[in-house]
């Protein structure tokens, strides 16, 4: 099994900027994308971002492009999203997930983390 935890999520106001961490553990997928979804009270679960092993193909949400950047460092089986500019919008529960193919559909992740809060007040 893969175990993936996700750090980093906090109370921060507008216009700040939060790096979120998910390191992955346990019998790791070979070459995963890695994805970080978020789900807001009430709403359904939505793609945010997603990078592929080697992290030259990148994926973004329309809401996050040009403020929200994925990266990974596979020696150390972690994935980060670097938020910047946050709006009360992004309020949500951010997880992180593991898939064999590079997508935006949470449907074909296979691993997912327990989420980490990331709450934006205005």
């Known amino acids: 099994q893969v175990q993936l935890v996700e750090s980093g999520g906090r109370l921060v106001q507008a216009g700040d900027s939060l790096r979120l961490s998910c390191a992955a553990s346990?019998?790791?997928?070979?070459?995963?994308?890695m994805g970080w979804f978020r789900q807001a009270p009430g709403k359904e679960r939505e793609f945010v971002a997603v990078?592929?092993?080697?992290?030259?193909?990148?994926m973004y949400a329309d809401s996050v492009k040009g403020r929200f950047t994925i990266s990974r460092d596979n020696a150390k089986n972690t994935v980060y999203l670097q938020m910047n500019s946050l709006k009360p919008e992004d309020t949500a529960v951010y997880y992180c997930?593991?898939?064999?193919?590079?997508?935006?559909?949470?449907?074909?992740?296979?691993?997912w983390g327990q989420g980490t809060q990331v709450t934006v007040s205005s």
């Open positions: 997930a593991a898939s064999t193919m590079l997508t935006t559909t949470h449907g074909a992740y296979d691993y």
């Open positions: 346990g019998r790791t997928v070979s070459r995963p994308a």
């Open positions: 990078s592929s092993w080697s992290g030259s193909r990148l």
